[in-house]
């Protein structure tokens, strides 16, 4: 569990740990309502038609009602508590049944917009005149999500931003509990990405706009909706007890992550900070990057990673975990485009039953940060 940290300027907080357990799965979502053609049989497939289709089910005896939030943060620059814009979107039983979605104007000592950050999510400083500010934003946020637990894919991330925007503005942090969609993906399927286009176009959600916040809550909601469904739990908190998922929780002064049980923590690598934060989300991973970045050198990258308790290599080998692919959307290298030699090898690699992951550099910019 962390503490908070002084309000007088950004700190680097703790993060969540991810699993890398995995299993095969494919799924289809269509629109709000998840298809359940190939239903299970008997009780246990009933009790399942319920909650995709968008009915309470019983469970113990009693009925049993599944209310959650997914959200999703973008930032005008590469401080975490710059947030511009946030989506959310409510899930009742099994079904999106509510939406909010607004532009934020950042806090005021962070509130410049960086070329890159524009380029990802196509928000300008413009764009936020007359927007709420932070504090105006983070009431409607906690009044939407009415106490319910909150979903995010890279949670760290996403919490960070709420939590550091509060510490800017010198307010407190609000009481709330949440979950990670990206988490849960790493223990249902084995994918080579599991960046939030990539696990939305294998099981089928929409996804038309990556990088606008509410699409990319809605995405987030489909994901954690689809795993409930691949391991027929009946409600969320089902589905995380059978994955041994804890949630994460922040009140006014403390916060702890949301991680799997039986992650082992990695053990720092030679040449990495040694005072990194080991919850960070590239604490103890080998990295490479493929490609020519658009938000900072190579070899600024490979001084980050090493700061944040990483190794950057230059080759992709059997001890690398995280491959870089320099691109804003990791959509393109999966449309046909010509693969590089090194994300050829990371595809042998997972093939080979190799734990390895690629990253799209929106992704890696945001691991940085988690």
């Not at 298809?35 to 009780?43: H, I, L, M, R, S």
């Not at 105006?136 to 319910?148: C, D, H, S, V, W």
């Not at 969609?181 to 996804?207: N, Q």
């Amino acid at each position: 569990m962390a503490s908070r940290p002084h309000p007088s300027g950004p700190t680097r907080s703790q993060s969540r740990s991810s699993c890398e357990l995995h299993a095969h799965a494919t799924l289809a979502l269509c629109s709000d309502r998840l298809d359940v053609a190939a239903a299970t049989p008997g009780d246990q497939g009933s009790q399942l038609r319920s909650i995709l289709t968008g009915s309470t089910h019983v469970r113990g005896g009693h009925a049993v009602s599944d209310t959650w939030v997914a959200i999703d943060f973008e930032t005008a620059n590469g401080y975490r508590g710059s947030p511009c814009a946030v989506g959310l979107a409510a899930v009742e039983d099994g079904r999106i049944t509510d939406r909010m979605y607004t532009l934020i104007r950042p806090p005021a000592a962070y509130g410049h917009f960086a070329s890159y950050n524009t380029r990802v999510h196509g928000i300008r400083a413009t764009d936020v005149d007359g927007a709420p500010s932070w504090l105006e934003a983070l009431q409607q946020i906690m009044k939407f999500t009415a106490g319910r637990i909150i979903v995010a894919h890279n949670a760290a991330f996403d919490l960070g931003v709420l939590r550091d925007a509060c510490t800017a503005e010198g307010s407190a942090w609000p009481t709330l509990r949440y979950t990670c969609s990206l988490v849960a993906a790493r223990r249902t399927w084995r994918l080579l990405s599991y960046g939030l286009p990539e696990i939305a176009k294998h099981v089928g959600a929409p996804l038309a706009d990556h990088h606008h916040a509410g699409a990319d809550a809605e995405a987030a909601a489909h994901i954690m909706l689809a795993a409930m469904q691949y391991h027929q739990a009946m409600t969320l908190t089902h589905l995380l007890e059978k994955l041994s998922i804890v949630n994460g929780t922040i009140t006014s002064e403390t916060w702890s992550g949301s991680r799997c049980r039986t992650t082992k923590r990695s053990a720092l690598l030679p040449g990495a900070n040694p005072d990194a934060d080991p919850d960070g989300a590239l604490y103890g991973k080998t990295v490479c990057i493929t490609g020519k970045l658009s938000s900072m050198t190579r070899d600024e990258a490979h001084n980050l990673i090493a700061h944040v308790g990483g190794k950057p290599v230059s080759n992709v080998g059997t001890k690398t975990n995280v491959l870089v692919h320099a691109t804003l959307d990791p959509r393109y290298f999966t449309m046909g485009s010509e693969k590089s030699n090194k994300l050829k090898a990371a595809e042998r690699l997972l093939d080979a039953g190799q734990e390895i992951e690629v990253i799209g550099e929106a992704d890696f910019f945001e691991r940085l940060n988690s």
